[in-house]
């Protein structure tokens, strides 16, 4: 069994910093495809960034310039440097992960269970 784990959410100012991790652990798996996605009150879940196990990276329109999505295949860690932060960012942040069981040889998905990010203004 693999888990998700994330930390480093928090309560910040508008125009301060986080950064975000998300450690995967368990045995007998390799990662893919590596995300952070967001979830505001009232609002769906959002794809804020992506990042491939080669580390090309994607981000959401809102958070370019500002968001940096990286990540450490030695470790399983992925992280998310969001600076100039805005209280439009205010959500619960999840970790996503596309992971390749190595003991079962199969695919699956797993989400880390979120972090609160809260901007004031």
């Known amino acids: 069994q693999v888990q998700l784990v994330e930390s480093g959410g928090g309560l910040v100012q508008t125009g301060g910093s986080l950064r975000l991790s998300c450690a995967a652990s368990?045995?007998?798996?390799?990662?893919?495809?590596m995300a952070w996605y967001r979830q505001a009150p009232g609002k769906q879940r959002e794809l804020v960034a992506v990042?491939?196990?080669?580390?090309?990276?994607n981000y959401e329109d809102s958070v370019k310039g500002r968001f940096t999505i990286s990540r450490d295949n030695a470790k399983n860690i992925v992280y998310l440097q969001m600076n100039d932060l805005k209280p439009e960012d205010t959500a619960v942040y999840y970790c996503?992960?596309?992971?390749?069981?190595?003991?079962?040889?199969?695919?699956?998905?797993?989400w880390g269970h979120g972090t609160q990010v809260t901007v004031s203004s």
């Open positions: 996503y992960a596309d992971i390749w069981r190595t003991g079962v040889g199969d695919s699956h998905v797993y």
């Open positions: 368990g045995s007998a798996f390799s990662i893919n495809g």
């Open positions: 990042i491939t196990r080669g580390g090309r990276t």
